[in-house]
């Protein structure tokens, strides 16, 4: 017996959802709001639980409803007007655009019927104010709230943290409140073609601060300069809309509002993560190195600084994620803190995307800027090498944190090959090759940058680097009988997690395997029970944990993917990560060219199967559907020298023009033409600094 109903987190994957920085709205098809996850979402709290519109008392017949970005637009048909026959003459168009702490909905009522149409409306509004961990652990109903303030032409409901004001143009026919539940109702009058509409605005003003008042960020910076032209029209759609929800998902930093990043995901995950925010400046750094510099100073401002077992943070330490309050899901044990950092890969990945960002033309003086933190991090690498005997482990030591701190940190993630879940601490392959290259990268960045900041550390550095390979090269390969393949992780018992997994697919382009070993890691990638049809799997489909919708066990996702096929690239395997990016392509053009944060590993009838709480959009795969041009042209930019390297993967694609490169402060744009030529076109005088060598593919094992 249990003491009440199961609480589950609701699924979203058949709701329409907008997304503009803290701003996040999730509708039903036909524009409603009323069950489930959906609501208007302001600093995550649900501000608005109900927003159901009717026309003549009946509801409409939702016909196609699609989201871009902070855009959202349906439309639906009111059947029960206008003139008789099967053809539909009255359509109700619901269009909302998100802008910073408010959304603004047109209700648009059109006739195509042969005389006056007379549609009374009737809009039901109501606010639970229900935060969004609540939600996500499954309880998604809470009782509606009485309106502060009620009349014709604006509602307000208040409380010591948010005052949502609702104004109504033109001003409502009739109005009235019955338990919390706001009735509005409108008489239009449509002549024939003609068409009448209700504008609805939703304003939030903050009341008091929290831990962490962002705002969005795309004022500040976007990717509108960002095309992408060639005959297979799909890749310039899925450049297109990625480009659009990556900029609706960035924020500002509170503590310096010039800094943007991408929060991880609408709508779980709307805040700085430390690895999916890295991941996401660092798959877009063709296209400039703003977001980069903002990710890097937010996280350095908050790197660790003291030893706090609550928090998991420690000095030098790059943190998780940050949150308002405590994030305490009722459907777990989980309780986070705001500030928490419970995760083993990010302080190596923020040393990559540091030198990386570099190479690409952030100011070297923005990088000296960061060089403290640079060689704070390096220390907590080090350390943790050192106290794990040669490796970066994980546990979570107080019970309520996250169990698994990788980028599968779900609790059953590690497999291993009879399909057992390992015990922890663990030691993921990843972690191991993301510091190797992370020590590589930070002493060729001291080096070159400031060797006066040396003393020693280049070498140690290198030192490091080269005792992490090494490592894994000689405690991580386990074999079966199909041959020598990467293991995910060793356990807490020293064995391998031999679970095939994709794990290994991040460990290509680090600098850390060899040719032949490279070689193995690919064919392991691409074999039938890896390479799924929309993306490599996460779990081997013959293990016995396989499940396809398996959070982290068997599904695909597309950051993944993507980190895969930038591996595959810079390790000289051009066929096959033009073969895996064409599967995100063909993902993008089956689901409106908005990735996912996941899918099911299987399809039905040849098409994808959603994740059912994916988060959409989602920045690292939204940041993946636009790496896929430049990494189909093998783009590597080295800004020190003017440089851009073009090195195409594939001349199947024909010709491929990219607009909104940058090289450091320069932007060009780039062409192939399928026949291994490259054009180069941008500012007067970029032609004298930037050496094009279409021919020439970038170095093996350093993607950037």
């Known amino acids: 017996m249990t003491d009440g109903p199961t609480l589950r987190q609701p699924w979203i994957s058949d709701l329409t959802i907008g997304v503009h920085g803290n701003v996040t709205t999730m509708t039903d098809r036909s524009g409603d709001i009323g069950c489930g996850a959906e609501g208007v979402y302001i600093d995550d709290r649900r501000l608005v639980s109900r927003s159901r519109l009717s026309v003549d008392g009946g509801d409409l017949v939702p016909i196609v409803a699609a989201a871009q970005g902070g855009v959202m637009s349906g439309l639906g048909v009111a059947r029960h007007l206008g003139d008789s026959g099967p053809d539909p003459t009255v359509l109700v168009r619901r269009h909302r655009r998100l802008a910073e702490d408010a959304v603004v909905e047109e209700i648009v009522v059109e006739s195509r019927a042969g005389q006056v149409v007379e549609a009374f409306l009737e809009l039901e509004l109501g606010s639970d104010a229900a935060e969004l961990h609540d939600v996500k652990g499954g309880r998604v109903s809470a009782p509606a709230r009485p309106p502060l303030h009620l009349d014709a032409t604006q509602v307000v409901w208040a409380d010591a943290r948010h005052e949502l004001a609702v104004g109504l143009s033109p001003q409502a026919l009739r109005i009235g409140e019955v338990h919390g539940v706001v009735t509005a109702s409108w008489r239009l009058q449509v002549e024939p073609g003609a068409s009448a509409s209700v504008t609805v605005r939703y304003r939030a003003n903050r009341m008091a601060a929290s831990d962490f008042d962002v705002g969005p960020g ?144 952030l100011p070297e003086g923005e990088v000296r800027q960061l060089l403290p933190s640079l060689v704070a991090a390096m220390s907590w690498v080090a350390a943790s090498e050192r106290a794990g005997d040669g490796l970066l482990r994980y546990e979570d030591a107080t019970g309520v944190g996250l169990s698994n701190q990788g980028w599968k940190d779900s609790g059953d993630a590690m497999r291993r090959r009879d399909g057992s879940i390992a015990p922890a601490p663990i030691a993921l392959v990843e ?55 990467l293991a995910m992780a060793l356990d807490g018992q020293g064995r391998h ?101 996941l899918l099911s590993g299987e399809t039905v009838m040849g098409d994808p199967v959603p994740y059912p709480a994916s988060c959409r959009p989602q920045a690292w795969a939204a940041a993946s559907g636009m790496a896929v041009a430049p990494l189909f042209l093998g783009l590597r930019g080295e800004a020190r020298s003017g440089r851009l390297r073009v090195a195409p993967l594939d001349e199947g694609l024909g010709r491929v023009r990219v607009s909104g490169v940058r090289v450091g402060e320069r932007e060009v744009v780039v062409t192939t033409d399928g026949a291994g030529v490259a054009y180069l076109d941008g500012a007067p005088g970029i032609l004298l600094t930037t050496d094009i060598e279409p021919t020439e593919p970038a170095p093996v094992n350093d993607p950037f």
């Open 431 to 485: 972690t191991m090759a993301y510091a190797a290259e992370a020590a590589r990268k930070a002493a060729l960045l001291v080096a070159e940058l400031e060797p006066d900041l040396d003393d020693g550390l280049v070498e140690q550095w290198t030192e490091l680097s080269d005792r992490l390979a090494g490592t894994i090269r000689e405690r991580f390969w386990t074999s079966d009988d199909a041959g020598p393949y």
């Open 497 to 597: 997690v031999d679970g095939i997994g994709s794990n290994m697919g991040h460990v290509l382009g680090t600098g850390v395997l060899t040719t032949e070993e490279a070689a193995r890691v690919v064919d392991r990638l691409t074999a039938p029970t890896m390479l799924r049809p929309f993306g490599i799997g996460t779990l081997s489909t013959d293990n016995p944990g396989y499940n396809p919708i398996g959070y982290h066990t068997g599904s695909v996702w597309v950051h993944d993917t993507a980190i895969a096929a930038m591996g595959m690239a810079a390790e000289g395997h051009a066929a096959a990560a033009a073969d895996v990016l064409r599967r995100l392509v063909d993902l993008g053009a089956r689901v409106g060219y908005r990735l996912p944060e």
């Open 218 to 361: 795309a004022s500040r910076m976007n990717f509108d300069h960002v095309r992408v032209w060639t005959a297979d029209d799909r890749l310039q759609r899925l450049t297109e809309v990625s480009a659009a929800d990556l900029t609706g998902l960035l924020l500002t930093d509170p503590l310096q509002r010039s800094d943007c990043f991408a929060a991880a995901g609408t709508p779980w995950y709307l805040t700085l993560f430390g690895r999916d925010s890295i991941w996401a400046a660092r798959l877009t750094l063709p296209f400039g190195t703003t977001l980069a510099g903002g990710t890097l100073r937010s996280l350095a401002r908050r790197q660790g600084r003291h030893r706090d077992p609550a928090s998991a943070e420690e000095p030098g330490k790059i943190l998780h994620e940050v949150r308002r309050t405590i994030f305490a899901d009722p459907s777990s044990t989980l309780s986070l803190p705001p500030l928490y950092y419970g995760t083993v890969d990010a302080t190596a990945l923020w040393v990559c995307l540091l030198h990386d960002a570099w190479r690409w033309g």
